[in-house]
């Protein structure tokens, strides 16, 4: 999630009001405010509106929703008259290239801060971790168009920005602590991208670092702007929330010729929407006049067409407008979510219990009348514990996380006695007789299903008390069941018998082995029993 | 005041006559063990009517080699027995007691040697030795010698004097009911009739009982089963579906983009397998690239099959009732499911890589996000909590996006769980005509804040004890 400082005096000036005002009701254009300090805010936005990730962009939506200026904002862009080449080797290494000059700035701490901290944020939230865009920003002044991004050999040399020696850029990856971060993006390339001046002087290396020479400071007055990556929605989404949030903080934005055409033009994109399926979709009352107020307040432009339609201007920085129920939200979020009357659907229906739910809920019933314990272990566990200690051979179908988080959580259960036999020593000092079980999911590839299993541990437990509770369990839920000599080493020889149902083993019981025992640092007898639930009739097939 | 036991009442009848008597005299009168009489004496004694004297009696009982010399004399008895004018030294050193007797003799000076004769001193006798082995009192220094020599060894045995109080006569006569007390009621007394006549013992209630722990199920279960129930009654439809799902069903068909965050191996468990893809995934695919057929423009590029393949253990139970949906087009549909789902999260007290979900769906022509807002505030309604209100949010598969939180008492407002209308990118590939509404909380969050726990692992890794206490029936207030 990006958490947004917001200084309040800029916050105040740019939105026209107080800071009371604004913290009040910035939750309900879907936010949460995570600190209030002294002098600033930290504010949490969601991922889909990179364009509420600077001070700038918050007080445009604020300006809206508090009715101090609603309607489109609109950014004149004219020619800068510079231009761009973009090389077509790049095309399969990193092929979009976004660029806009940016003139008039006045930087000072803060507002150095807060655009770097926009540029990071529209990294996570928009790159993907600037796989996907990586954004470079240039004193304009320090270097001369035209700009060439081309495809680099990588014993390029140049001096990297925060260095004041130069190195080949293969030696950056190395070195370079954002050489480091973020190598995995193109080391794999026989040649990586890079973007001169018409000196050949290096600007940047993306999306790794740019060079020192065109470092922005506070005397820089002219910005250039560079977004490259690999998909080109996302390019010019990050150019058009980076340009606006600049011009709303007063500079002016400049187009820049890349390949014949002039970018960025900032322009809205037009969508017509039905005021009728809004109005259905969210169960409220709207008028085309109604609702193009509400998208107004959203700094939507909006203009009813006919009484059901509405032709809505969707801002160049809004990338989260894909599709009309995107602006149905904004409707609803400017009408406001506490105002839309919440009443349950009339329709009757009837509600209906899943039958292995059912099943389940029966086993924990007859589990309780023979005085078992539930417990509910976690389905991730370890070989160790599931085969290892239990004697036992690995299952075929044990399914393997490929990335665990840890070696106690390593594969998905595949039966849950050796979990009770974990419980077991955990309780080691809690009194006896303790008697255990536990219902639920269990997978076999990547089948899921059922399983039960009982434990009971005290100085008397036997053979027979695990027979006992097995058929106890297998009769209340209608298991016609046969027994044979089990050869589960997980129980002692002799004492052991397997649950046969239609020819085949579905579980087993009996006295666990002492050496089962001494794995799990056990000291007292444990009578146990594990069955398969498919073998309840009427389980259904997933 | 408690009443009296029989046995109670037999031992002071028995102490009227007696007075004070130690308990093995009274033991043989009452027909039963010393120890018992002394323990009906002390709870006789609590309540005033006897008491109990412990006195503690010094014993002495003879060794091996006492037991011998108390029979044949000690040994420096039968040396001054065997010496007779004219004994020598050499005589006396065949004698079987010699090694021991021979020293005690110089010692106390009961014997001379001149060369080789050996002769009694005058007056000689170890009559008062004797004396001290047969009748040994800790007064007599002689019997310490004995015990030192270990002839003799000393014992402590406690006795107890049992004497009746004042209260204890008087209560005696006024008449005590004697009949012999039964402990259990019989069939034969039952059948009979003679538990007309029988006296059946009387327990002091006042005693906490022996603690019985019932079989249980676990109290998070107890509210998993709540939830269910309630969902049951608004009439909703269970489902149960598997842990591994394909990231089709998972994300793909969610429309969740195939470069998402959350679909990164940071983020989710994968798993080596992979499914083929259902039929109609072209219909997914392209709603991806372009939008489908509908008002969309998808996320653009290219949507692999191969990352759709690939199996993972669900993210969330929509994947679940994403399936089921897609089975059963028709509206109406209302449905739910509650189930484990699993995150790539690091584990703390209230992280755990694996969590259990609820999750609802309703799927009508015409239902409304008003609807989404009034099943949402009956739920929580229903679970106990009073204060519910909604804020927007962001999930990648709803349009609108809700956030639901309820009030409680001495927390505030807490986030319960996000909500959403399925977007159509979500629903137009699989044939679902009508609006989804849907929802989804924690249950282990509840669970965490009813239970009062401070680490969620504690729900999977308990303390049998806990389970033992946690009552069936826990008292909510305001649903926590």
């Known amino acids: ?542 | 005041m408690a009443e009296l036991t029989q046995n109670e009442k037999r031992l002071l009848a028995i102490l009227e006559k007696e007075k004070k008597a130690d308990a093995p005299h009274l033991a043989g009168l009452l027909d039963a063990t010393p120890e018992a009489v002394v323990q009906w004496a002390h709870l006789a004694g609590d309540k005033g009517f006897a008491t109990v004297e412990r006195v503690v009696v010094k014993e002495y009982i003879y060794t091996d080699e006492g037991k011998a010399y108390a029979q044949n004399g000690l040994p420096e008895t039968q040396l001054l027995r065997f010496i007779l004018p004219g004994t020598t030294l050499a005589d006396l050193q065949k004698h079987e007691a010699f090694k021991i007797g021979f020293g005690q003799l110089r010692k106390k000076g009961l014997v001379k040697v001149e060369g080789t004769s050996v002769t009694k001193t005058a007056g000689a006798s170890t009559d008062a030795d004797e004396a001290a082995i047969r009748n040994p009192s800790g007064a007599d220094p002689k019997t310490k010698d004995l015990i030192k020599r270990g002839i003799l060894q000393e014992s402590e045995t406690v006795r107890y004097a049992i004497a009746i109080t004042t209260a204890g006569l008087s209560l005696v006569k006024k008449g005590l009911d004697l009949r012999g007390e039964s402990g259990t009621l019989t069939r034969d007394q039952i059948i009979s009739g003679e538990w007309k006549t029988a006296n059946l013992r009387k327990y002091d209630v006042t005693k906490l009982p022996k603690k019985a722990w019932p079989g249980k199920i676990h109290p998070y279960q107890r509210i998993i089963a709540e939830m269910r129930e309630i969902l049951l009654e608004m009439g909703f439809t269970e489902l149960y579906g598997g842990i591994v799902q394909q990231s089709y069903w998972n994300f793909d068909a969610l429309f969740q983009p195939q470069d998402h965050p959350a679909r990164e191996m940071q983020d989710t468990f994968y798993l080596r397998e992979t499914l083929p893809l259902p039929p109609g995934y072209e219909k997914v695919k392209a709603m991806h690239e372009c939008g489908g057929e509908t008002s969309s423009t998808g996320w653009g590029g290219i949507w692999k099959e191969e990352k759709a393949e690939q199996c993972v253990l669900r993210t969330h139970t929509t994947s679940v009732s994403i399936q089921y949906l897609a089975r059963n087009p028709n509206p109406p549909v209302k449905a739910f499911c509650i189930g484990r789902v699993y995150r790539r999260e690091t584990i703390d007290t209230t992280h755990l890589a694996e969590f259990e979900q609820l999750e609802g769906i309703v799927m009508d022509e015409g239902v409304t996000f008003g609807n989404l807002l009034g099943i949402l505030r009956e739920f929580y309604h229903r679970m106990g909590f009073e204060g519910v209100r909604f804020k927007p949010s962001y999930y990648p598969y709803t349009e609108p996006s809700l956030d639901a939180e309820v009030y409680v008492e001495g927390i505030g407002w807490i986030e319960m769980g996000g909500a959403g209308i399925f977007r159509e990118e979500v629903t137009a590939p699989l044939g679902i005509n009508y609006p989804v509404l849907a929802w989804g909380l924690g249950v282990s969050r509840i669970a965490m804040l009813r239970l009062g726990l401070k680490d969620l692992r504690y729900l999977h890794k308990s303390d049998v004890a806990f389970l033992r206490e946690t009552p069936a029936l826990r008292h909510t207030k305001g649903g926590i």
């Open chain 1, 1 to 542: 999630m990006a958490v947004i400082t917001l200084p309040y005096k800029y916050l105040e000036r740019l939105t026209r009001t107080d800071k009371k005002t604004i913290l009040d009701k910035v939750a309900f254009i879907g936010s949460d405010v995570e600190r209030i300090e002294e002098d600033h805010a930290d504010v949490e936005f969601f991922p889909d509106r990179p364009d509420l990730f600077s001070p700038e962009g918050v007080a445009r939506a604020m300006r809206g929703y508090l009715g101090i200026e609603t309607g489109l904002s609109v950014y004149p862009v004219k020619p800068s008259g510079i231009s761009f080449t973009v090389d077509p080797a790049l095309a399969n290494i990193r092929p979009v290239l976004g660029a806009a000059v940016i003139r008039g700035v006045s930087f000072d701490d803060e507002s150095i801060q807060s655009i770097m901290s926009l540029q990071e944020s529209l990294h996570w939230a928009v790159g993907r971790g600037r796989s996907k865009v990586a954004i470079g920003i240039h004193d304009l002044d320090t270097v001369k168009p035209p700009f060439h991004y081309i495809a680099s050999t990588k014993s390029r040399k140049f001096i990297p920005l925060d260095y004041t020696e130069s190195m080949t850029m293969d030696e950056m990856l190395l070195k370079h602590p954002k050489g480091r971060d973020y190598a995995k993006i193109v080391k794999d390339f026989p040649l990586f991208p890079l973007i001169v001046d018409k000196d050949d002087h290096v600007l940047s290396f993306p999306p790794i670092i740019n060079g020192e020479r065109t470092r922005v400071t506070l005397d820089t007055k002219n910005i250039l702007l560079d977004t490259t990556g690999t998909d080109k929605r996302a390019v010019g989404v990050a150019v058009n929330i980076i340009c606006t949030a600049m011009a709303e903080a007063g500079a002016t934005i400049e187009s820049v010729e890349i390949g014949g055409v002039q970018t960025p033009t900032l322009a809205p994109v037009e969508r017509t929407v039905s005021v009728q399926e809004c109005s259905r979709l969210l169960g409220i009352e709207l008028t085309a006049v109604t609702m193009a107020g509400l998208l107004r307040k959203m700094r939507f432009g909006a203009e009813p067409a006919g009484a059901d339609k509405l032709n809505v201007q969707v801002p160049c920085y809004r990338a989260d407008i894909m599709h009309d129920w995107d602006l149905f939200e904004d409707v609803a979020i400017a009408y406001g979510y506490d105002r839309i009357i919440a009443a349950p659907p009339a329709t009757f229906t009837v509600g209906k219990p899943h039958p292995v739910q059912v099943n389940a809920a029966l086993a924990r019933e007859a589990f309780c009348g023979l005085g078992y314990l539930e417990v509910m272990p976690f389905t991730l566990t370890n070989e160790d514990v599931l085969y290892k200690k239990m004697q036992r051979d690995e299952k075929n179908g044990v399914l393997h996380v490929m990335h665990p988080i840890s070696i106690e959580n390593t594969v998905v259960r595949t039966e849950l006695l050796p979990l009770l036999l974990e419980f077991l020593t955990l309780n080691r000092h809690r009194e006896l007789p303790q008697r255990l079980f536990t219902v639920g999911d269990v997978v076999d590839s990547c089948l899921t299903y059922q399983q039960a299993a009982g434990v009971s541990t005290h100085p008397d437990a036997d053979f027979s008390e695990a027979y006992a509770s097995a058929d106890a369990m297998l009769h209340e839920l209608s298991i016609d069941y046969t027994v044979k000599e089990s050869a589960d080493a997980a129980f002692i020889d002799g004492r052991r018998g397997d649950i046969i149902v239609a020819g085949k083993k579905i579980g087993v019981f009996g006295e666990i082995h002492p050496a089962v025992l001494n794995a799990f640092e056990l000291e007292h007898s444990v009578a146990a029993f594990e069955f398969d639930l498919r073998a309840v009739p009427g389980y259904p097939v997933l």
